[in-house]
């Protein structure tokens, strides 16, 4: 069961978000005229394709109403971690969020598909699937039914792992400590390389590998560089083995308040920031993989044998995560 939020918690995050709107109301109004001010939060640092996606679909919102629609964004978690700002949404005392999809499972588990791993051998593919009517109306269903609106899918590219022991076969992954989020196919996943998993607050990691708490780590190149994580580590390993989704979602009932107009200004400003996001994705990876480099850190690409090994190794993740999710959802991320 989610635990909830205190009362007193609640009541503050309110109270705070309700005197920022009404500052917002008040001041950024021409001649009588009412414009809106919502919260946007993110657990996000600022210098990250995440922020990125907010700051454009803010500013997309805004041109696109004619100035009459004003989104703030908090990154930083201002507002929150990723739990409490889905708790939040869910309440509907901030509107918008932007995050990864991995917390978001122990809210709606039909999303744990984006958990199976090694299912997509580029990002272009990945992307395409994101974007096929079918699947997405699908996944749009499960974030409804979780009382959300699915306003967009962009990405901060592939999950990598950074480790101190060089890894060129399956064989190298064993006995390997390294920190996972608290998402259980993400420990079967490790576990089934043989890896030792271990769960950590991320708050913790660098410490964890500057004092030997954990040899590695996995995380996107974005979180990697921008906490210069590569610092403490000899190797990134290209394990690609899921994609990082970034999902742009809002209150629904928040969102059906909203009018015709309304809800066709957000779905377009989305859009754009979708494809915004991942262009600037696409821009900063290799400055992102230079800055590494530029350490002595050495970046190792798996070979497709491995890969394929990796996935066969993983079998058992796959048949879990069938097992507790709808099954048209299953068959549709890899149709």
């Known amino acids: 069961m989610v635990k909830t939020r205190g009362k007193s918690e609640k009541f503050f995050i309110r109270g705070v978000l309700t005197l920022f709107m009404i500052l917002c109301l008040t001041g950024c109004g021409d001649s009588g005229e009412q414009r809106y001010a919502w919260p946007l939060a993110t657990a996000s640092p600022e210098d990250t394709v995440t922020q990125i996606f907010a700051e454009k679909f803010a500013e997309e919102v805004y041109r696109l109403s004619g100035e009459k629609m004003k989104i703030q964004v908090y990154a930083n978690s201002l507002l929150g971690g990723d739990r409490e700002l889905l708790e939040t949404c869910a309440d509907g ?63 901060q590219g592939f999950r990598v792992m950074s480790t101190n022991k060089a890894v060129r076969s399956i064989a190298d992954f064993r006995g390997q400590k390294i920190r996972t989020m608290e998402n259980p196919f993400h420990l079967a996943f490790w576990t089934a390389l043989g890896a030792n998993p271990t769960p950590m607050t991320f708050s913790e990691v660098y410490v964890g590998l500057q004092q030997h708490t954990i040899d590695a780590q996995e995380n996107p190149y974005e979180v990697i560089v921008s906490n210069r994580l590569y610092e ?62 530029a ?17 066969e190794a993983s079998q058992s993740v796959y048949d879990a995560i069938e097992q507790s999710i709808q099954e048209n959802i299953y068959q549709a991320y890899f149709k």
């Open 232 to 293: 403490q580590q000899d190797y990134i390993i290209e394990t690609n083995h899921l994609p990082h989704l970034i999902t742009l979602i809002v209150n629904d009932d928040f969102f059906q308040r909203l009018s015709e107009d309304e809800q066709a200004v957000m779905s377009e400003a989305a859009e754009i920031a979708t494809e915004y996001a991942r262009e600037a994705y696409d821009e900063r990876i290799k400055d992102r993989i230079a800055a590494i480099e």
């Open 93 to 155: 005392d901030i509107p918008f969020i932007v995050q990864n999809t991995a917390p978001q499972v122990a809210f709606m588990p039909d999303l744990s598909v984006f958990d199976l791993p090694c299912v997509f051998d580029s990002l272009e593919d990945c992307r395409d699937k994101m974007d096929d009517p079918e699947f997405y109306s699908l996944i749009n269903d499960v974030y409804t039914n979780g009382g959300y609106h699915l306003l967009g899918i962009a990405d």
């Open 295 to 311: 350490t002595g850190t050495e970046i190792f690409i798996l070979d497709p044998q491995t890969r394929d090994e990796i996935r």
